[in-house]
């Protein structure tokens, strides 16, 4: 069984920092693809950023590009979204997730329905 937990989440003013992490236990984390995803009160689960297991391939969405920096930590079993310029339109629950279609190769992807774990979810509030 996998088990994925996020932190880092806070608040704060718009144009600081936070550094989220997700730390995996269970499965191989490794070999899998994994992705942040968020949601703000009343909208839908979005795609924010997504590494493959090797970490050569990431992709952002368009929104966070330049702001956010995704990477991982094999030996640790940990990934992390670096969030830089926060705006109070970042305000959202952030999830971290594991995708087994991503298991050993070049594949990250930015669908939500490509994974298959998920963790609880970490709140991120910015101010203005």
């Known amino acids: 069984q996998v088990q994925l937990v996020e932190s880092g989440g806070g608040l704060v003013q718009a144009g600081g920092s936070l550094r989220l992490s997700c730390a995996a236990s269970g499965r191989t984390f490794s070999q899998y693809a994994m992705g942040w995803f968020r949601r703000a009160p009343g909208n839908e689960r979005e795609f924010v950023a997504a590494i493959s297991w090797n970490g050569v391939n990431i992709y952002y969405v368009d929104f966070v590009k330049g702001r956010f920096t995704i990477s991982r930590d094999n030996a640790k079993n940990t990934m992390y979204l670096q969030m830089n310029s926060l705006k109070p339109e970042d305000t959202a629950v952030y999830y971290c997730?594991?995708?087994?279609?991503?298991?050993?190769?070049?594949?990250?992807?930015?669908?939500?329905?490509?994974?298959?774990?998920w963790g609880q979810g970490t709140q991120v509030t910015v101010s203005s």
């Open positions: 997730a594991i995708s087994r279609k991503g298991y050993l190769n070049s594949y990250a992807s930015g669908r939500a329905s490509e994974y298959d774990y």
